[in-house]
T-cell receptor, first 112, second 116 residues
């Protein structure tokens, strides 16, 4: 069982709200990742980090932002949520680039 | 562009039937290959992985996969499925020779339903 946590698990909010999706891991992994997954579709990488104070955008363009102030914490923020942001967001971490990635349970976001 | 293709989006089979899920990738060079599984209501979790060595890899719960380099394939197999194998299965690839950050490219997933 991987020690990676995401909160909230489910979130329903109105358009224009600012939200932060939390992700924490207790494995001391340097690499952390955020993926976006729509039903029946593949996971798309939207952000990643290779350590404290490093963040990069992934392959799928996203209006969200991330920060990595502590090794264990990698929150994702949407400044102004829109219905097009409705999706499932999965956080993952790994020891290095060749290591298995361990996934959190995901946050299912619905923007009305 | 680099991509991962899974041949079937949905598979329905009976208990004790054999399962094979196809996965092809389009990367050149060295690759690391993974199969992840997501059981209903649970985390995405690793089923098995291939980095190097014996191309026949055994994973958890009786699953195995074979890496065939010449075919750019990494197909997943299980000789006899159980109802508890109902899940979504994702093939994923990363290419450490071209990407040092370990970014995974996922296939679209295959939903497997095993009927009693």
């Amino acid at each position: 069982e991987a020690d990676i946590y995401q909160t909230p698990r489910y979130l329903v909010i109105g358009t224009g709200k600012k939200i932060t999706l939390e992700c924490s891991q207790t494995m001391g992994h340097d690499k952390m990742y955020w993926y976006q997954q729509d039903p029946g579709m593949e996971l798309h990488l939207i952000h990643y980090s290779y350590g404290v104070n490093s963040t990069e955008k992934g392959d799928l363009s996203s209006e969200s932002t991330v920060s990595r102030i502590r090794t264990e914490h990698f929150p994702l923020t949407l400044e102004s949520a829109r219905p097009s942001h409705t999706s499932q967001y999965l956080c993952a971490s790994g020891r290095d680039s060749t290591d298995t990635q361990y996934f959190g349970p995901g946050t299912r976001l619905t923007v009305l | 562009a680099q991509s991962v293709s899974q041949h079937n989006h949905h598979v329905i089979l009976s208990e004790a039937a054999s399962l094979e899920l196809g996965c092809n990738y389009s990367y050149g060079g060295t690759v690391n290959l993974f199969w992840y599984v997501q059981y209903p209501g649970q985390h995405l979790q690793l089923l098995l992985k291939y980095f190097s060595g014996d191309p026949l890899v055994k994973g958890i719960k009786g699953f195995e996969a074979e890496f065939i380099k010449s075919k750019f394939s990494f197909n997943l197999r299980k000789p006899s499925v159980q109802w508890s194998d109902t899940a979504e299965y994702f093939c994923a690839v990363n290419a450490p020779s071209t990407d040092s950050w370990g970014k995974l490219q996922f296939g679209a997933g295959t939903q497997v339903v095993v009927t009693p």
